[in-house]
């Protein structure tokens, strides 16, 4: 009986595949908050675009990459229940390739940070402790659905921001108004994280991660995560109008109402509506975060 190709084993997986183990669709917001950075520490652009560029690429297709490989690989018992077609849990990505890839990825991360002088290579290292903590055992910090997002929120929101405006203005880019906003803004992207997880239930049940849709339910994490977010932004606004930055401000109000009409609509159903609050809300949040980027440039 002749055998078809598709009964052959794998030995290697397809670019495409590597591709898809790498999730391009995550790596717009921590490169999104490299760029706030850069914005923000009032430095001219073009007189630095190669460490600004540079950086961007080392926050989204390297080290966010290098998350996503990271987890899939420790999730991939959890992603056979939740997601089966993913790369590794379908076979798509054989034997230990999901493994290699991450670790592969993990290497240039830290490769391509030692360009971006100490304060960039110091933020990598970070970053790529964070990112294996969040998911390998017996760490494993995704566990708890309280730790777990707040890295994520951290390592995706608060620190590409302050590493964009410390490697574009050395250490007089870390000003207190850039980390406070920056800080801020990776506080409100716990709740982004908790909708995030809403897509795991039935597998985070079973392989025992807390997360915050597990142990509050559904309806009560969606509320909180809408809190969540919406307290350090309304916080935001209140430091721009501090800060006399009136059209940042007004920029920031008007993403902060169009949030608050999606989260009303969330809340009637927050399980079937998360994935669509990702997509709609999280844009606003981070033309808030541009906003504010702007008006901390323009301080210097």
């Known amino acids: ?127 790529v402790i964070c990112a294996w903590a969040y998911s390998v055992e017996p760490i494993r910090l995704k566990r708890s659905g309280w730790v777990g997002p707040g890295v994520v929120g951290l390592c995706y929101e608060g620190l590409p921001w302050f590493t964009g405006a410390v490697v574009m203005a050395g250490a007089a880019g870390a000003r207190w108004e850039v980390i406070l906003i920056a800080g801020l803004y990776a506080l409100g992207a716990h709740g982004i994280m908790t909708l995030n997880d809403f897509k795991a239930i039935e597998g985070d049940i079973k392989q025992g991660v807390n997360s915050l849709p597990v142990t509050l339910g559904p309806e009560r994490a969606a509320k909180l995560a809408c809190w969540v977010m919406a307290i350090p932004q309304l916080a935001v606004l209140a430091l721009l109008i501090s800060w006399d930055a009136k059209g940042p401000a007004a920029v920031v109000t008007l993403v902060i109402a169009a949030q608050l009409l999606a989260m009303a609509k969330l809340l009637t159903d927050p399980k079937g509506l998360a994935p669509w609050y990702n997509a709609t809300g999280v844009v606003l949040y981070v033309s808030g975060m541009m906003a504010s980027a702007v008006a901390l440039g323009g301080m210097v």
Not at 12 to 27: R, S
């Open 1 to 127: 009986m002749a055998v078809s190709e598709t009964d052959i084993p794998l030995r290697y997986p397809a670019p495409a595949t590597v591709l898809e183990l790498l999730k391009p669709v995550t790596w717009f917001p921590p490169m999104w908050a490299y760029a706030c950075g850069v914005v923000s520490s009032g430095v001219p652009i073009l007189e630095n675009w190669a460490l600004a560029l540079l950086g961007v690429i080392l926050a989204g297709p390297i080290v966010c990459a290098m998350s996503q490989a990271a987890n899939d690989w420790c999730d991939r018992h959890v992603d056979a229940i939740n997601e089966p077609h993913r790369p590794i849990p379908s076979g798509r990505m054989p034997g230990r390739w999901g493994l290699y890839v991450a670790i592969g990825w993990t290497v240039l991360s830290l490769i391509v940070g030692a360009f971006l002088g100490p304060w960039g290579f110091g933020a990598t290292i970070f970053a």
